[in-house]
């Protein structure tokens, strides 16, 4: 299968601090990938530069053909809004809109919003009855299903998924769990970056990080 | 969708908001009714001027004659003019004339003129007594303070006016405080005082009042001069160099107050702004982190400082024309003309200083959303 993810030497430097240093890996089409680690080995910076949220101090990223590293700041706005589906662990939605707004401000960024659409996704996680309800009224479960329609509502090519289930209780993980299952199995290409290695068992892969090395590359056995 | 999402913010920033909108609100009410003000200021206070006696004189053109006189008609034919602005125009002959009885009389100026007009033209004359009242009454005169001391006059005093070899009695109706040479003078009817110096059918000149900035009076004493060949029309210098000083000076303070307002409010809007920004800094990071370009999202906040100036210049240019039109009344008893105009300048302007005070949220563009996102 064809690599939709190819990292090649990826360095971040943060001053004296190297939070990844010479990470290289691929991953193909389809794929779900666990990067996991400790706290502080670079989990979530190795995940914002594949988001092109951050810009690696040296190496080489290339997403879906695209050579992220190049990209301008314009260009990198426009690569987050059409190959990448961000979901947070913190969920980050914003507060004073509706579950559906929040789902149409990433349509309305990508290209134009579209109400039913947002509806109808919002509706495959399971909140067709939440649509008109703030953040603020929502379970942490049900805001985070609101950020995983909103990583999904302009079909990116790859979802990037911070610890998403690391504010939850067992319930709302579950569910949040399945739903990237179902994802998986319906062809999206995941890297979810996790402590649990229960959760690690369930991805393809798993890549481990130690010290913002690459420690170990492992195959789940189905 | 702008708009939904730019409604949510609103409500979401309210309490900021109204304190953006009450600076700026209050900033343009005091500066529209400045601004109206001054655009009327010219007209009312130039008519306020106009109590302070006559602006231009009428007279004889120089000439060889010891004492040149010019044709009573000329008062019928400035009359006829009908000419915008005149406030009063009053004949004057003067004459040295001598008070008291042969023997004993103290020399005084006599001037004789047309009362109603005088009054009408020096309305800040403080009067003991009364105004004589009639064009042509022979038998009342008024004296000037300093006179009345020197004669011993007061109301209801007679008096024994004399020049050359005429002789007439009148009584004294009230005496007035002018301030100026006028208080030293003894005033009588203009036909009196014709009468007494045998001038019948001519004065000496005329005093005119003429209202208005001096681009006006100026075309009002062209069409005088047109009129009146023969005669000289010239405007009193020193009062009106005076009035045109006071006019600029006080159009100078206005200008002054509204450009100190505006700094105000802008600084009322920079203090609201920087509340908001910091409270933003999170949206907009995660806005720019799904994609959002910086334009796009800048342009909800942007759209909100422009609320702030329409919605508060609106409010405000509108109390500030009731404003101005409430100082009219209490400064110069008369209402100012709300100027419709004032309104878009105002929310202009307001858009200007709710742009400048909005800089925080335009700091907002360079949030780094990885940044935030890490809770930084």
């Not at chain 2, 007009?117 to 009454?137: F, L, P, Y």
Request: charged share 20%; aromatic share 6%; hydrophobic share 50%.
């Amino acid at each position: 299968m064809a690599a939709l993810v190819q990292a090649e030497g990826i360095t971040m430097q943060f001053g004296a601090v190297r939070a990844v240093d010479n990470v290289s890996f691929e991953v193909a089409e389809g794929e779900w990938i666990a990067i996991m680690g400790p706290s502080g080995s670079g989990k979530t910076t190795l995940i914002n530069i594949l988001g092109g949220l951050e810009q690696p101090t040296s190496g080489r990223v290339t997403v879906d053909g695209v050579e992220v590293g190049d990209l301008s700041e314009r260009e990198l706005t426009r690569y987050r809004s059409e190959k990448v589906g961000f979901v947070f662990q913190q969920f980050h939605l914003v507060p004073y809109l509706s579950a559906v707004e929040n789902v149409m401000l990433a349509q309305y960024f990508h290209s134009m919003a579209d109400e039913k659409q947002a509806a109808e996704v919002l509706g495959r996680v399971g909140l067709s009855g939440r649509l008109q309800h703030l953040p603020s009224e929502l379970s942490g479960g049900e805001q985070q299903r609101v950020a995983l329609a909103r990583a999904l509502i302009n079909q990116p090519k790859l979802i990037l998924a911070d610890e998403p289930t690391g504010n939850l209780d067992e319930a709302n993980e579950r569910i949040v769990l399945d739903l990237l299952s179902e994802l998986h199995q319906a062809g999206h290409t995941i890297l979810l970056v996790t402590h649990s290695a229960e959760i690690g068992r369930m991805a393809d892969r798993r890549i481990e990080l130690a010290h913002g090395h690459l420690a170990h590359i492992a195959a789940n056995r189905r | 969708m702008f708009w939904r999402i730019f409604s949510r913010l609103l409500w979401a920033s309210r309490g900021r908001l109204a304190l953006a909108l009450l600076a700026v609100a209050s900033g343009a009410t005091v500066c529209a009714a400045l601004v109206n003000l001054d655009w009327d200021a010219g007209e009312k206070f130039t008519r306020e001027f106009r109590a302070l006696g006559a602006n231009v004189v009428i007279a004889p053109a120089p000439s060889q004659d010891a004492t040149p006189a010019m044709d009573e008609n000329a008062m019928a034919r400035i009359d006829a003019l009908h000419l915008p602005g005149i406030v009063a125009a009053a004949p004057y002959v003067y004459l040295a004339a001598r008070v008291g009885e042969q023997g004993s009389a103290v020399p005084v100026i006599v001037a004789g003129t047309w009362f109603d007009q005088v009054a009408r033209m020096n309305s800040w004359w403080k009067v003991e007594g009364q105004w004589v009242t009639g064009r042509n009454d022979r038998e009342h005169c008024m004296a000037g303070q300093d006179a009345a001391r020197l004669l011993g006059l007061s109301p209801g005093s007679r008096l024994t006016l004399q020049y050359a070899k005429q002789q007439m009695r009148c009584t004294v109706s009230g005496v007035v405080t002018a301030g100026g040479s006028e208080d030293s003078q003894i005033f009588i009817s203009l036909a009196a005082a014709q009468a007494l110096a045998q001038l019948d059918g001519h004065i000496a000149l005329a005093q005119v009042s003429v209202r208005g900035e001096a681009a006006a009076i100026e075309e009002v004493m062209r069409q005088m001069a047109a009129a009146l060949p023969g005669l000289e029309v010239r405007p009193v210098r020193q009062l009106a160099a005076a009035e045109g000083q006071i006019l600029e000076r006080i159009r100078a303070l206005l200008l002054a107050t509204v450009l100190l307002i505006l700094a105000l409010s802008g600084l009322g809007v920079l203090a609201a702004t920087a509340g908001l920004a910091i409270e933003r800094r999170r949206d907009v990071g995660l806005m720019k982190a799904i994609g959002g370009p910086v334009r796009r999202v800048m342009r909800f906040f942007l759209a909100e400082a422009m609320f702030i100036a329409v919605v508060g210049g609106t409010i405000g240019g509108g109390a500030g024309l009731l404003l101005s039109r409430w100082i009219g009344q209490r400064v110069f008893a008369a209402a100012i003309t709300p100027r419709l105009v004032v309104l878009p300048l105002t929310i202009a302007v307001m858009m200007g200083v709710a742009l400048a005070g909005a800089l925080p949220l335009r700091l907002l563009g360079r949030v780094r959303p990885a940044e935030i996102l890490r809770g930084e």
